[in-house]
Nanobody, 123 residues
Framework: QVQLVESGGGLVQAGGSLSLSCAAS????????MGWFRQAPGKEREFAAA????????TYADSVKGRFTISRDNVKNTVYLQMNSLKPEDTAVYSC????????????????WGQGTQVTVSS
């Protein structure tokens, strides 16, 4: 089992920045690809970003590309999501996920999930 705990959410004005963290425990963190997903009110959960086990490969949804940056620290067992130039449409609950294998953009491929952290962007 892998336990994931997100932190760093909050309220920010449009154009601002926020940094999310996801701390992992339970298994060897460097064995897992990590991802960030988000779910806006009334919408399905969607993929935002993912990073490979080594951190050498990343991928982003078109909606966040150029504004969000995913990174990881395999010593601290933590994955991060730096969010810049935030927009009201970025408002959502952000959840991190882990899977043993190459990262995927569809949520069913991910084995472990955190409970999420709320990000609210005001206009």
């Amino acid at each position: 089992q892998v336990q994931l705990v997100e932190s760093g959410g909050g309220l920010v004005q449009a154009g601002g920045s926020l940094s999310l963290s996801c701390a992992a425990s339970g298994r060897t963190f460097s064995n897992y690809a990590m991802g960030w997903f988000r779910q806006a009110p009334g919408k399905e959960r969607e993929f935002a970003a993912a990073i490979s086990q080594s951190g050498g490969s990343t991928t982003y949804a078109d909606s966040v590309k150029g504004r969000f940056t995913i990174s990881r620290d395999n010593v601290k067992n933590t994955v991060y999501l730096q969010m810049n130039s935030l927009k009201p449409e970025d408002t959502a609950v952000y959840s991190c996920a882990a899977r043993n294998g190459r990262y995927r953009v569809y949520e069913r491929a991910w084995s472990y999930w955190g409970q999420g952290t709320q990000v609210t962007v005001s206009s």
